[in-house]
T-cell receptor, first 116, second 114 residues
Framework: AQKVTQAQTEISVVEKEDVTLDCVYETRDTTYYLFWYKQPPSGELVFLIRRNSFDEQNEISGRYSWNFQKSTSSFNFTITASQVVDSAVYFCALIRRPGSARQLTFGSGTQLTVLP | EAQVTQNPRYLITVTGKKLTVTCSQNMNHEYMSWYRQDPGLGLRQIYYSMNVEVTDKGDVPEGYKVSRKEKRNFPLILESPSPNQTSLYFC?????????????FGPGTRLTVL
């Protein structure tokens, strides 16, 4: 069985602060893919990033960065200089190796509130 | 514009009254899926479809039906809705070319069953 844990249910920061959202996953597969999605107050799910299990390079996209560490089964997400528009629920998710149902296993989400 | 659309976006109904939530994608994706989102549980897969006429159960299929007669459409059917099916529903689609395919989600359908 696979599992994604987002231990931080809610985080509140003041604008311009950096914030890291934690994601820990469990899987027996050696090939898997990790994702982050953003759900703003309007409710849609917005794809942010995909990372495969063989690529542990960290990735940066503007104010967003992701730290993937297989040794600790973590795929953490950092927002630098947070803005009010970053307020949303963020989901970490996992897909198993090829041949499976391509079912995304989601964490329970982290509600991020950025205060002005 | 490439997108996944769902209708209706909001629905209030009563127990036992059959309903259908439609999902359509214009990206020629082979894979489509339905999820439900409940507080504290994240999203859980209801059903998925690998291609036309190919569907299978996800983690929480009880009380739901689906069909895939055309590549672009994947309706979710609740034959006899119950209050525990009150939830936020998302349809998603992706190319079938490998598990790395990103799933793109529709805008969601908020269903309330009284």
């Amino acid at each position: 069985a696979q599992k994604v844990t987002q231990a931080q249910t809610e985080i509140s920061v003041v604008e311009k602060e950096d914030v890291t959202l934690d994601c820990v996953y469990e899987t027996r597969d050696t090939t898997y893919y990790l994702f982050w999605y953003k759900q703003p107050p309007s409710g849609e799910l917005v794809f942010l990033i995909r990372r495969n299990s063989f690529d542990e390079q960290n990735e940066i996209s503007g104010r967003y960065s992701w730290n993937f560490q297989k040794s600790t089964s973590s795929f953490n997400f950092t927002i630098t200089a947070s803005q009010v528009v970053d307020s949303a629920v963020y989901f970490c998710a996992l897909i198993r190796r090829p041949g499976s149902a391509r079912q995304l296993t989601f964490g329970s989400g982290t509600q991020l509130t950025v205060l002005p | 514009e490439a997108q996944v659309t769902q209708n209706p976006r909001y629905l209030i109904t009563v127990t036992g009254k059959k309903l259908t939530v439609t999902c359509s994608q214009n990206m020629n994706h082979e894979y489509m899926s339905w999820y439900r989102q409940d507080p504290g549980l994240g999203l859980r897969q209801i059903y998925y479809s690998m291609n036309v006429e190919v569907t299978d159960k996800g983690d929480v299929p009880e009380g739901y039906k689906v069909s895939r007669k055309e590549k672009r459409n994947f309706p979710l059917i609740l034959e006899s809705p119950s209050p525990n099916q009150t939830s936020l529903y998302f349809c998603a689609s992706s190319l079938l070319a490998g598990v790395a395919d990103t799933q793109y989600f529709g805008p969601g359908t908020r269903l309330t069953v009284l």
